[in-house]
């Protein structure tokens, strides 16, 4: 066929053929967005969640479709822990009502709240926690506490009101080919299971079961809320096992948090990103959120 037939062709069936949505195709990219310790800092919360487009400066939701995961570390260090707590219960609601999505994940404060170990909070974050209702105060479990600080670990021990509700977080989650954690899963834990780690903490939340493995220890041991391997002084090595971990989890990379860095950082080849940026007024107050689009676009969002 002559050239200037085939073109003529060409633009007839294009005259029956629809226009491309580029609208559509742009309001389809899905997007997730994650954010580091909060450290019971309310406003330092509400910044990194307008930085991250999920909520306006009254605080309505404003995300659409969009994911927030944040990593853990919600309470401890500063004094809004309750605020903080009630904030995300809340916005996780009115995300869902509106399309979108609110996780937020357990980190090694949420377990000393779950011991009933007071170390590392902030000056005095025991005042608002007093008119919590439904406290046992009187649970054998809170004796060795302070009695200005009873109706705190009243509230975290396992079984508390607000340990039933922080039981529904994940210690460990994954969206596709990414996995959040507020520590990291190095390959033992990988071959151990997502599933099983989070149902063994809701259990011990929930106040069924004893503190499982997953959880013990402080910083000097490999579990998912504690370990700092792919997060601080990362070697090959490290790369190495972070690679076999994200083999036997299906994923393509790991968001951690846990160790505060002066930027969000890329290591290992872009396998990991730590996002613990010192969020909260007791470490200075920077504020970043990683941006995840369609799970492979990665840039940092600040202010």
């Known amino acids: 066929m002559p050239f200037a037939r085939r073109v003529a062709a060409a633009l007839l069936l294009a005259a029956f053929l629809p226009w491309p949505s580029w609208g559509a195709q742009s309001s389809s990219r899905s997007r997730i967005v994650a954010i580091g310790d909060i450290h019971a800092d309310l406003p330092a919360l509400r910044l990194a969640l307008r930085t991250a487009g999920a909520i306006d400066m009254r605080d309505e939701w404003i995300g659409g479709a969009l994911t927030v995961v944040q990593l853990g570390d919600l309470i401890g260090r500063s004094d809004d822990e309750r605020q903080v707590l009630d904030f995300i219960f809340d916005l996780q609601r009115r995300a869902r009502r509106a399309g979108g999505t609110v996780h937020a994940l357990l980190g090694n404060h949420e377990v ?15 005042p608002e926690w007093e008119q919590v209702p439904g406290l046992q105060r009187d649970d054998v479990r809170l004796r060795h506490l302070p009695p200005h600080a009873r109706a705190r670990g009243a509230a975290l021990m396992p079984g508390g009101p607000y340990a039933t509700k922080i039981a529904e977080f994940p210690a460990v989650l994954k969206l596709r080919e990414t996995v959040f954690v507020h520590g990291g899963v190095v390959p ?3 071959r151990y299971g997502v599933a099983r780690i989070n149902l063994e903490v809701r259990n011990w939340l929930l106040g069924r079961t004893d503190e499982p493995d997953s959880t013990q220890g402080v910083d000097d041991g490999d579990r998912v809320m504690w370990t700092r391997q792919f997060s601080a002084n990362v070697t090959s090595e490290d790369c190495a096992l972070l690679k076999e971990s994200l083999r036997i989890l299906g994923a393509r990379r790991m968001i951690v948090a846990h160790t505060v860095h002066p930027e969000i950082t890329s290591r290992c080849d872009g396998q990991v990103w730590a996002v613990d940026v010192g969020m909260s007024r007791a470490y200075g107050g920077r504020v970043e959120v990683l941006e995840i689009v369609d799970d492979s676009t990665l840039r940092v969002l600040r202010p």
């Open 112 to 126: 000393f709240g779950g011991r009933l170990d007071n170390q590392a909070v902030g000056p005095n974050p025991f």
């Open 188 to 190: 033992r834990w990988a």
